[in-house]
Each structure stands twice: as structure tokens, then as C-alpha cells.
């Protein structure tokens, strides 16, 4: 009786906070790692910035499965964008889903963007507008993400082919080389104009 007794008496019932603090640690730990994960809807503003930001949260919240980090990405892009890379979605490689996912939706949505924005452009012209100031102007049009020989590419085919031709003598210039080249020709240009007007209308 005394031994039963001294057992029951020495066996040590698990701790009822310690249980607590127990499932409360392992709850946190899991709930934590969601409420670091804060990232915005997915826009096609600037996908590598993007991801940059959702790389920055899931490294620090230590996140290093692919699957997981393949779902972050899949759970916050909506249905437009979601198509763009429906075929990666329905059926995902083995290995290196995050990069893949990743890769082909910047791809892709680089190419439509040019596409977009070259329709867009292709309709603007030089006007009365040096072209350094057309330039801007397309500039302000395509937006900050477009890639700077994309847009020395549409700016040259818009102008007048006399600069065109003089531009294209200069192939290893920079943008801003080429858009004081293009200004100063221009201006010579209009100057001659400007002459060859006035001679025409003196009186003999």
C-alpha cells in the first residue's frame, strides 16, 4: 500500500503551464512566420522589386522550401496575372519551382510591357520639340522601368531621317551622347532652314 502509494506519490504529472507555455511556443512559431510574411498583391509596376521585397521577408523569416516559397508567390498574384504564368501554376517543375516562377513572370511581362509601350510610342512625333525634349517626352510616357536602349531605338526612328542618318554614325555613343548630338544637328538644320527662307523671300 505504502509503495503504491510513494509511486503514485513520485510520479510527476506533466506541469499544466508548462503544457501551456509548450503549445503557446509552438503556436507562436507558426503564427509568427505568417505575420512576417506581409507582402503586397503582386503589380506589374516593377516584378523584380516585387520580389525583391518578398525575398527580403522570406529569408528573414527563414523560409527556405521551395514549395513554401513557391506558394508566397502564387497566393498573391491575382487572376490577370496568374494566367500569365498558368501554365508553371497547373503544372510546376520538381525542382526549382521559386526561380522558375519567378524568371518566367518577369519575362513575360517584360515582353508585353515593350509591346504596349512601342504601340504607344510609335504614334508620337518630334513636333516642334528638340529632340532631346522628345526624348523626355517618351521618357515620361514609357515610364522609369523601360530599358534605355528600347528607348533609343523608338526615339531614333521617330526623327527626321537627315538626324537619323547622322545618329546612326555613332553606334557605341550613349543615350545623352546622342541626344546632344541630335540637338545640335537639328539645330543646324532648322538654322539652314531658317537662312534658305529668308533668301527665298528677299526681294532681287
Not at 150 to 165: D, G, M, N
Request: aromatic residues 4%; hydrophobic residues 35%.
Amino acid at each position: 500500500m505504502s509503495d503504491s502509494s510513494a509511486d503514485s506519490t513520485n510520479t510527476k504529472r506533466p506541469d499544466g503551464h508548462v503544457t501551456k507555455r509548450a503549445k503557446k511556443k509552438v503556436g507562436v512559431s507558426s503564427d509568427d512566420v505568417g505575420k512576417r510574411i506581409k507582402v503586397p498583391m503582386f503589380s506589374s509596376e516593377d516584378p523584380e522589386l516585387w520580389f525583391a521585397l518578398l525575398e527580403g521577408q522570406l529569408d528573414s523569416a527563414g523560409i527556405t522550401d521551395d514549395q513554401t516559397r513557391f506558394a508566397h508567390v502564387t497566393n498573391n498574384l491575382d487572376i490577370t496575372f496568374a494566367k500569365i504564368v498558368k501554365d508553371i501554376i497547373i503544372n510546376p517543375p520538381s525542382l526549382n519551382r521559386y526561380e522558375k516562377v519567378k524568371t518566367e513572370l518577369i519575362k513575360r511581362l517584360s515582353a508585353s510591357h515593350e509591346v504596349r509601350v512601342r504601340q504607344l510610342l510609335m504614334h508620337e512625333e518630334l513636333g516642334d520639340r528638340k529632340p532631346s525634349q522628345f526624348a523626355r517626352h517618351l521618357q515620361d510616357l514609357a515610364g522609369s522601368n523601360i530599358p534605355e536602349e528600347f528607348l533609343k531605338t523608338i526615339w531614333c526612328s521617330r526623327l527626321p531621317k537627315h538626324v537619323q542618318t547622322v545618329l546612326a554614325t555613332q553606334p557605341s555613343q550613349s543615350l545623352d551622347q546622342l541626344l546632344d548630338l541630335a540637338d545640335r544637328v537639328h539645330e543646324i538644320t532648322a538654322a539652314k532652314d531658317v537662312a534658305a527662307t529668308i533668301t527665298s523671300g528677299s526681294p532681287v
